[in-house]
Nanobody, 123 residues
Framework: QVQLVESGGGSVQAGESLRLSCVVSGSTPSSYACIGWFRQASGQGREGVAMLTSSGSTWYADFVKGRFAVSRDNTKTVFYLQMDGLKADDTAMYYC????????????????WGQGTQVTVSS
């Protein structure tokens, strides 16, 4: 059973940075098609933030372009969401998720989800 565990959230001031990590473990941790990052603010719906495919392609929501960046380590089982220039509007619970079939799209169903890590940005 594949598991995803996020970490790296916290409370920061506007303009500061955080780097979230997502560790994928299980029987076939690197067999994903794409890894997505999502967020959900209190009282709001979940929204896609960024995505990284197994081939290395990336996608970013317009509201984070130029501020956030996704990457992975050489094992392709640890994923990062580097968040720079944080704004109060970025306050949310952040989740990583794995999709194991193509095509990759942030709007497609993702198969496995982490438990989330809270990011709070004070203005």
């Amino acid at each position: 059973q594949v598991q995803l565990v996020e970490s790296g959230g916290g409370s920061v001031q506007a303009g500061e940075s955080l780097r979230l990590s997502c560790v994928v473990s299980g029987s076939t941790p690197s067999s994903y098609a794409c890894i997505g990052w999502f967020r959900q603010a209190s009282g709001q719906g979940r929204e896609g933030v960024a995505m990284l495919t197994s081939s290395g392609s990336t996608w970013y929501a317009d509201f984070v372009k130029g501020r956030f960046a996704v990457s992975r380590d050489n094992t392709k089982t640890v994923f990062y969401l580097q968040m720079d220039g944080l704004k109060a509007d970025d306050t949310a619970m952040y989740y990583c998720a794995a999709r194991y079939s193509y095509p990759c799209s942030i709007n497609r169903n993702f198969d496995r989800w982490g438990q989330g890590t809270q990011v709070t940005v004070s203005s």
